[in-house]
Protein backbone atom coordinates (compact mmCIF):
# COMPACT_ATOMS: atom_id res chain seq x y z
CA UNK A 1 0.00 0.00 0.00
CA UNK A 2 3.23 2.37 0.27
CA UNK A 3 4.16 1.76 -2.66
CA UNK A 4 1.57 2.71 -4.31
CA UNK A 5 0.86 6.07 -2.66
CA UNK A 6 4.34 6.61 -3.22
CA UNK A 7 4.32 6.19 -6.53
CA UNK A 8 1.05 8.24 -6.81
CA UNK A 9 2.52 10.91 -4.90
CA UNK A 10 5.54 11.13 -7.17
CA UNK A 11 3.56 11.08 -10.68
CA UNK A 12 1.78 14.06 -9.02
CA UNK A 13 4.67 16.31 -8.00
CA UNK A 14 5.83 15.59 -11.24
CA UNK A 15 2.56 16.52 -12.87
CA UNK A 16 2.56 19.60 -10.34
CA UNK A 17 5.44 20.77 -11.85
CA UNK A 18 4.94 20.38 -15.40
CA UNK A 19 1.93 22.13 -14.62
CA UNK A 20 3.59 25.22 -13.36
CA UNK A 21 6.10 25.31 -15.78
CA UNK A 22 3.58 25.53 -18.49
CA UNK A 23 1.58 28.53 -17.03
CA UNK A 24 2.74 32.06 -18.85
CA UNK A 25 5.03 34.16 -16.89
CA UNK A 26 3.65 37.85 -15.44
CA UNK A 27 6.91 39.52 -16.34
CA UNK A 28 7.03 40.74 -12.49
CA UNK A 29 8.63 38.23 -10.89
CA UNK A 30 10.00 38.54 -7.08
CA UNK A 31 8.33 41.80 -7.29
CA UNK A 32 10.32 43.92 -10.29
CA UNK A 33 8.12 45.41 -12.57
CA UNK A 34 4.68 44.28 -13.71
CA UNK A 35 2.69 47.61 -12.23
CA UNK A 36 0.64 48.16 -8.90
CA UNK A 37 -2.78 47.06 -10.72
CA UNK A 38 -0.99 43.32 -11.98
CA UNK A 39 -3.10 41.77 -9.65
CA UNK A 40 -6.05 43.12 -10.18
CA UNK A 41 -6.55 42.11 -14.27
CA UNK A 42 -9.09 40.16 -16.09
CA UNK A 43 -6.25 37.86 -16.74
CA UNK A 44 -5.86 37.08 -12.74
CA UNK A 45 -9.08 34.98 -12.73
CA UNK A 46 -8.53 31.04 -12.27
CA UNK A 47 -8.60 29.60 -15.46
CA UNK A 48 -7.61 25.55 -16.52
CA UNK A 49 -4.22 25.90 -15.37
CA UNK A 50 -4.50 27.69 -11.91
CA UNK A 51 -7.41 25.11 -11.33
CA UNK A 52 -5.08 22.45 -11.82
CA UNK A 53 -2.57 23.24 -9.73
CA UNK A 54 -4.65 23.87 -7.16
CA UNK A 55 -6.09 20.59 -7.24
CA UNK A 56 -2.66 19.07 -8.07
CA UNK A 57 -0.58 20.55 -4.92
CA UNK A 58 -4.19 19.37 -2.91
CA UNK A 59 -3.71 16.00 -3.72
CA UNK A 60 0.47 16.44 -3.04
CA UNK A 61 -0.33 17.45 0.60
CA UNK A 62 -3.17 14.29 1.49
CA UNK A 63 -0.68 11.94 -0.56
CA UNK A 64 1.97 13.67 1.68
CA UNK A 65 0.00 13.64 5.02
CA UNK A 66 -1.06 9.63 3.97
CA UNK A 67 2.82 8.74 3.50
CA UNK A 68 3.62 10.08 7.00
CA UNK A 69 0.78 8.03 8.48
CA UNK A 70 1.73 4.94 7.11
CA UNK A 71 5.60 5.19 7.54
CA UNK A 72 4.65 5.16 11.53
CA UNK A 73 3.71 1.78 11.11
CA UNK A 74 1.52 2.06 13.49
CA UNK A 75 3.73 1.48 16.41
CA UNK A 76 2.72 3.54 19.63
CA UNK A 77 4.79 6.45 20.36
CA UNK A 78 7.11 5.50 23.61
CA UNK A 79 8.81 7.62 26.04
CA UNK A 80 12.60 7.97 26.26
CA UNK A 81 12.77 6.53 29.77
CA UNK A 82 11.27 3.62 28.74
CA UNK A 83 13.88 3.12 26.39
CA UNK A 84 16.47 3.26 28.88
CA UNK A 85 16.75 -0.03 31.29
CA UNK A 86 16.96 1.10 34.78
CA UNK A 87 20.23 0.10 36.34
CA UNK A 88 19.80 0.77 40.13
CA UNK A 89 17.17 -2.68 39.98
CA UNK A 90 20.16 -4.81 39.28
CA UNK A 91 22.72 -6.18 41.68
CA UNK A 92 26.22 -6.06 40.89
CA UNK A 93 26.80 -9.32 40.97
CA UNK A 94 24.75 -10.13 37.98
CA UNK A 95 26.37 -8.01 35.80
CA UNK A 96 25.04 -4.87 36.96
CA UNK A 97 27.36 -1.68 37.33
CA UNK A 98 29.81 -1.85 39.67
CA UNK A 99 30.92 1.08 41.63
CA UNK A 100 34.79 2.18 41.30
CA UNK A 101 36.47 2.44 44.86
CA UNK A 102 38.69 5.33 44.97
CA UNK A 103 41.96 5.60 43.98
Do not use: K
Not at 2 to 24: F, G, K, S, Y
Not at 47 to 65: D, E, H, K, P
Not at 82 to 97: C, K, M
Amino acid sequence: MEQVVLVVHLLIAIALVAVVLLQRSEGGGLGMGGGAGAMMTVRGTANLLTRATAVLAGCFMVTSIVLAILSSGGSAPRAIIEEVPSTTDVPAEQGGPSVPLGN
